[in-house]
């Protein structure tokens, strides 16, 4: 259901693009995916209190996309983890703006601890 | 609640047909020479600017529109006739050449009608000398045309609180998912910290809805002010407290049965009973719903479990 909604709400997003014309169309942005590797000494749930660092291939995507009047933002960071965020901001300039974003924050008290030791 | 979701992600579409308004034509007036003059002298300055939403020719109003460079630093056909020299009339966005009203007042030549600047003039920021280019600058291709990303740029002035949030207990600010505009308004609003809410415990409980209540036993202080037992932004304490417990339930709680007692060392690890006064969570070990609770008669009335 979530991937389908986000698959909409793209699609429909450059609907406004269909008028501009080639010239005023431009694309800019970064897109880079980077291993890391994490070794965690003290307190693991702390230093994860509020993200997801581990072990893995994290990844972010930043485009932006302006056709004149119009203008489109995507943003996304640590995608698949506990902490991944995504934002889809666009409008026409001077008229209107819309913004929708998806942003999960984890808050980790614990890990693995009982109450019993 | 799925047709809402769909409703709301066909509207950015519907919004976009709407024809909006159109950009006026550029349009040069007395002692302007033209943002290609500028640029014969100013080419770095001019690249930056080309970056920036101020020289897209789409938005309605930009300076693109008018007089491009010469919109905010003025006419400069006196300034091109000197060989480029100072002096004559180029307004330039310097602290040591133009004070912070004169600044900001250039750009709300444009950006007066702009909604969140309806406080500007009432706000902190401008009774305090910042002007507009503090934070933005017209020449780059950032997000808000923002200087810094935030919260580096709000920290660079409030040093204080970026130690707060670097404190061991603190808002997930420095992980980037809170942003200081989450909470303050920046362009100016009411009260001393501009918050965006008409009071700290409404802004609290946008995000903390649980402590709300309503409680059949409420907790006085949680009804007055988080801030009476909690700080905002970062604190070496757990939670957010501004104290440690028990220490901070004994700044109130000093005169009426167990409370009464001072907790030190004598009565808690060195004593003939240890107790679990200091131990662990402390007065909250038992008294778990200190922020309010439902439970029926004396349990609630105390907030134990």
């Known amino acids: 259901m979530k991937s389908r909604v986000l698959l909409l709400v793209m699609i429909l997003s450059l609907v406004p693009f269909w008028n501009a014309s080639a010239q005023e169309r431009t694309l800019a942005g970064d897109v880079w995916v980077a291993p890391m590797q994490v070794d965690i000494k003290g307190n693991g749930a702390k230093f994860n209190e509020y993200r997801d660092l581990r072990d893995g291939v994290y990844g972010h995507i930043g485009l932006h996309y302006d056709a004149g009047k119009n203008y489109l933002d995507f943003r996304a960071d640590d995608i698949g983890y506990r902490d991944q965020k995504y934002e889809l901001e666009g409008g026409r300039w001077g008229s209107f703006t819309y913004h929708l974003g998806y942003d999960e924050i984890p808050h980790n008290f614990n890990s693995g601890t009982t109450v019993h030791r | ?305």
């Open chain 2, 1 to 305: 609640m799925r047709r809402f979701i769909i409703v709301l992600s066909i509207l950015p579409a519907l919004l976009s047909l709407w024809g909006g308004v159109s950009p006026q034509d550029a349009r040069g007036s007395e002692g302007t020479v033209g943002t290609e003059i500028c640029k014969g002298c100013h080419e770095d300055r001019f690249n930056t600017y080309m970056m920036s939403t101020h020289s897209k020719k789409g938005i309605p109003g930009s300076p693109a529109n008018k007089e491009g460079c010469e919109s905010c630093h003025g006419p400069g056909a006196a300034h091109v006739e000197k060989s480029g020299e100072g002096g004559v009339g180029i307004f330039i966005f310097s602290k040591k050449l133009a004070d912070a009203k004169a600044k900001s007042a250039k750009c709300l030549d444009c950006h007066s009608e702009q909604q969140d600047l309806t406080f500007w003039d009432m706000g902190r920021h401008k009774i305090e000398g910042v002007s507009c280019d503090n934070c933005h600058t017209v020449h780059s291709g950032t997000r808000k045309n923002l200087k810094a990303p935030q919260p580096d740029l709000c920290n660079f002035c409030h040093k204080s609180i970026r130690a707060q949030e670097n404190r061991t207990s603190h808002h997930p600010i420095r992980e980037g998912k809170i942003k200081c505009t989450d909470c303050h308004e920046h362009h100016g609003g009411f009260g001393p910290t501009q918050l965006k809410a008409d009071s700290v415990n409404e802004l609290c409980y946008q995000c903390h809805a649980d402590k709300r209540g309503p409680w059949m036993w409420p907790h006085p202080p949680v009804d007055e002010n988080c801030l009476t037992c909690h700080v905002p932004h970062g604190s070496n304490h757990n939670k957010l407290l501004s104290g440690r417990v028990p220490q901070i339930c004994q700044s109130c709680h000093d005169s009426t049965r167990h409370p009464s007692t001072p907790y030190t060392r004598f009565e808690t690890f060195q004593g003939p009973t240890p107790s679990n006064k200091m131990f662990a969570r402390a007065c909250l070990n038992c008294h778990g719903n200190i922020h309010g609770s439902n439970g029926p008669s004396t349990r609630g009335k105390v907030f134990v479990r």
